[in-house]
Each structure stands twice: as C-alpha cells, then as structure tokens.
C-alpha cells in the first residue's frame, strides 16, 4: 500500500500545482472583473432525450440566475426551451470522452466565473432554486477555498450543512469538503466545484487516460481521500434559506439511461408548468 499512496500522493500534488497554476492564468485573464459563479449542464447527443426537461427545469426553476451554461457536443436543435432561457450560453464541445468534453466546456466559461454549480442533464431542478442561498453557499466556498461544495444525495442530515469536512489541505488552497459518508469525493452529482481544480483533476485524468465519467470520479477520489483531514464542522442551515435538503432540489432523472420513478414524476408534474 506504501508505493500506492506514494503515488497518490504525487498526483495530490500534481492536480494541486495545476489547480494553482490554472487559477493564475484565469485570474490575470479575468483582471478588474468581479469573480462569479455559474450553472453549468454537461451532456452529450447520447441523453439528447433529457435535454427538453433539462432545459426546462431551468427555464421554470432557475430565473434568476444570470450565468448559465448548457454544454453538449451537437446542437439540440429541436429544444425550444434553449432559446427562451435568459442569460443561458450554449457551448458545443465536439465529440470525444467525458474527460474531453468537460474539458472543452471549462474552457469555454468566461474567466471572471471561478466555480460552476455542475449538473448533468438528467439532475432536472424541481423546485424554485433560492439565489441567496446557493449566493451564500459560493460565497462559503470562495471564502474558505474549497475545491468542491457537494449537493448531493450523501446524507438525511443535508438541510443544516452540520459535517463539512475537509480533504487535500496539503499547503495549495486545494480543500475538499463533503457531506454524509460518501466514498467518492469527487462526484458527478449536483456540486459547487471550483472550476480550476475540476479542470486540474480532468486534465489529471486525461493524461492517465481514466476518461470516462465513472473512472474519473474513482481515480480523482481515490487520490484525494487519503489527504482527508476532517477538522472543521459549520452550521447555517436555515439561516441562509436552505429549508429543504439540496438533494430535495433535484430529481435523479436516468439510471443508466432509463428514466427513473423521480423523473417520471417530474414530467407528471412539470409537462403542461409553463
């Protein structure tokens, strides 16, 4: 086990340097713009048949958001929602891997914006998002330089915030916090990321050419869970308009492709909400 962490350790240190390096060629670029955060869905032509209730969701649930983005790697030329989203920016990623195209996405966000509120098409929001507090949660995460902020269905307990702990801290501003016992630090579910260490970590799993969505979650928390160092709790809950747990926010539409009970609900629900 020795030499594996040693490794570990060494790609720690790798995603850590180009988390850092990235952050500085993004922020020279971004010079006298104030820093924000976006809403990023990723998806491909392969789930194009979640892209109407995705783009939906965002249309009656996401109003007030002023940055976000739909990535895919075709037009989704037959989505009349897409068109009628204010402040939303398509970008065309071309084919390839996962790893690939999430790259491509990243790149093409404007540099002012340092973290992504990350969705998959088939994560359709299923109530209204509060702003001012997905406002505070970024301003947490910024603040405290966290590399992720999960959203994701890890605990009961979501709704009060109450077991942040962090992981990384090895001298780079490289923190990741998560709630619950969840194995994979790094998920693909609904999660605030800090866009260079996201980049720093797909760039990671390009050269090792762990490209596809599952080998990147494994092979990125499998490097970072060994820096974990659980020393900080918060609790805000509440306060800052979570009444409801995150998860609560956000209907897993697909399991491998097929809709799942919570997705046909939303559609029962959502289809004539105009």
């Known amino acids: 086990m020795a030499p594996r ?3 570990y350790s060494l790609l720690m240190l790798l995603i850590a340097f180009l988390t850092v390096l990235l952050k500085s060629i993004r922020t020279l670029s971004s010079l006298g713009r104030n820093s ?6 990723h998806s491909f032509d ?7 209730a995705s783009s939906r969701s965002l249309k009656l649930f996401a109003p007030d958001f002023d940055h976000i983005y739909f990535a895919t790697d075709i037009y989704p ?14 970008i065309l990623t071309g084919t390839g891997s996962f790893v690939k195209r ?7 966000i404007d540099n002012s914006v340092d973290y992504v509120l990350y969705l998959q098409e088939d994560m359709w929001i299923s109530r209204k998002l509060n702003k001012s507090a997905i406002d505070t949660l970024y301003n947490i995460a ?7 902020l999960k959203l994701c269905k890890t605990s009961h307990t979501l709704a009060t915030l109450d077991s942040l702990s962090p992981f990384c801290n090895i001298g780079f501003n490289s923190n990741v916090y998560l709630y619950g016992n969840n194995d994979y630090v790094m998920s693909h579910h609904p999660s605030l990321h800090s866009i260079d260490y996201l980049k720093a970590t797909l760039l990671v799993s390009y050269i090792f050419r762990r490209d596809d969505p599952h080998a990147h979650e494994y092979f990125t928390s499998n490097i970072t869970r060994n820096f974990s160092k659980p020393t900080i709790s918060l609790s805000i809950g509440p306060s ?10 956000f209907a897993h539409a697909s399991s491998s492709g097929q809709l799942t009970p919570e997705g046909i609900s939303w559609l029962e629900q959502h289809s004539n909400v105009t």
């Open 102 to 108: 999430l790259i491509t996405a990243l790149q093409n």
């Open 240 to 249: 800052i308009g979570v009444v409801d747990p995150p998860i609560f926010l």
């Open 142 to 148: 910024r603040s405290s330089h966290l590399s992720t």
């Open 5 to 7: 962490r040693f490794v």
């Open 36 to 41: 924000n955060y976006a809403i990023l869905v």
């Open 77 to 90: 030329e037959h989505n009349p929602y897409l068109t009628d989203i204010p402040h939303l920016k398509m």
């Open 46 to 52: 392969g789930y194009s048949s979640f892209w109407g």
